[in-house]
């Protein structure tokens, strides 16, 4: 089969390596139709993290079934599925408890698993043809009938329409809340997106990007230019110096500055000045636990200098971590079925899959227009 495989910083190719397989009877094997490029997975593309050559990369996958393991029950061959990134067993006591973003069983020795991504397990990514789905009863969301149509819409699902909705639980944001964000990539506007659809009464959006914040105007948010570094006084000017209900962080370790200069703790900290006092943050970005190439000492041991002394006197609350996406896929599938979510609206290229190392070079240089990357396996 023909798949996207990491050969080094910067480096990565599509070639034929061999077929995914059927390796348990609990597996599912998916010929993948839509598979995305993620921002998560420009960490590993530019060497920010410690994942092998030759990895297989994708987590954020769609397909149909095409052969079932003899243990496999619940989904059928011929089923359209879309996959989650977490990998989760579904019966261990976090998976027990709906936290499938942390499943003790799916990779030995640590709290979750994912598809070909650094350090979270022995597990194939889906930017290629073939993926071999562990776990399947239990991992695929079986698609409504004529779901080849929104295709682009349900692909979503696998990671950042969950995401943006867990950052917004994350921060225990209510009804009639308004609500900060900081990052207008694909996790950011997703977020914007679904404090819309739950009831928010603002929602700005901080970027330096403007095709970004073009595309969180669209979508219903207030775009918050910080290029001059003013979006801490813009977005508490909105708020009538309280500062917001509550906020989310969609950057993570890799924020910039308005000059491009890395600083990591930028975005915690402009978070906690513009939350309210006793106002939750929901932290989504992701932060690694090493990071060689960090900006500075604390970042290359996955620390960041916080403004711990104001959030604690402002009485703020805080709650991060990967989304569990079953925990929000299906109801979030039943609004895209019904025509009331068309998160597809941030997708701003579609690429064969052999085009893929554009779309890696071209997303990562953060070039203008390129917002969300899908790639089309069949194409």
């Given at each position: 089969m023909k798949a996207l495989v990491y050969n080094g910083p910067r480096d990565v190719a599509v070639k034929d390596v061999p077929d995914a397989k059927i390796e348990?009877?609990?597996?599912?094997?998916?010929?993948?139709?839509?598979?995305?490029?993620?921002?998560?997975?420009?960490?590993?593309?530019?060497?920010?993290?410690?994942?092998?050559?030759?990895?297989?990369?994708?987590?954020?996958?769609?397909?149909?079934?095409?052969?079932?393991?003899?243990?496999v029950e619940r989904v059928k061959v011929g089923d359209r599925v879309c996959l989650p990134f977490n990998i989760s067993c579904g019966v261990c006591e976090n998976?027990?408890?709906?936290?499938?973003g942390f499943c003790l069983i799916a990779n030995p020795g640590r709290a979750g698993a994912a598809y070909g991504y650094s350090q979270m397990g022995p597990y194939s990514g889906g930017q290629a043809e073939l993926l071999r789905v562990p776990y399947a009863d239990f991992n695929c969301l079986v698609l409504p009938p004529g779901a080849e149509e929104k295709e682009n819409d349900y692909v979503l699902l696998s990671d950042i329409f969950p995401t943006g909705y867990h950052a917004t639980e994350l921060a225990r944001m209510r009804v009639g809340d308004s609500v900060v964000?900081?990052?207008?990539?694909?996790?950011g506007l997703m977020a914007a997106y679904s404090a819309i659809i739950k009831g928010a009464s603002k929602v700005m959006v901080v970027d330096t990007h403007k095709d970004r914040l073009a595309l969180a105007e669209k979508i219903?948010?207030?775009?918050?230019?910080?290029?001059?570094?003013?979006?801490?006084?813009?977005?508490?000017?909105?708020?009538?110096?309280k500062g917001a209900d509550c906020g989310c962080e969609c950057v993570g370790y890799q924020c910039c500055d308005h000059t491009g200069k890395e600083v990591p703790n930028l975005t915690m900290n402009n978070l906690v000045k513009t939350v309210r006092a006793t106002g939750g943050i929901g932290v989504v970005g992701v932060f690694m636990p090493k990071d060689p190439g960090g900006a500075d000492e604390l970042a290359k041991r996955g620390q960041i200098a916080f403004d711990f002394g104001k959030f604690f006197s402002k009485g703020q609350h805080m709650a991060t971590g990967q989304t569990n996406v079953?925990?929000?896929?299906?109801?979030?599938?039943?609004?895209?079925?019904?025509?009331?979510?068309?998160?597809?609206?941030?997708?701003?290229?579609?690429?064969?899959?052999?085009?893929?190392?554009?779309?890696?070079?071209n997303f990562d240089a953060r070039k203008d227009g390129w917002t969300k990357v899908v790639l089309k396996t069949g194409a």
């Open positions: 348990k009877p609990t597996d599912v094997l998916v010929k993948i139709t839509t598979t995305n490029i993620c921002g998560s997975d420009l960490h590993m593309y530019e060497g920010r993290t410690d994942v092998k050559q030759g990895q297989i990369l994708g987590h954020e996958n769609l397909g149909v079934v095409i052969d079932a393991g003899s243990a998976c027990d408890r709906g936290l499938t964000i900081y990052g207008a990539g694909p996790v219903g948010a207030i775009p918050i230019d910080n290029s001059d570094e003013s979006a801490v006084d813009q977005v508490l000017s909105l708020t009538g110096k079953k925990a929000y896929n299906r109801l979030l599938c039943k609004l895209i079925a019904a025509g009331k979510a068309s998160p597809s609206v941030i997708i701003s290229h579609q690429l064969p899959l052999d085009k893929a190392p554009e779309g890696y070079a």
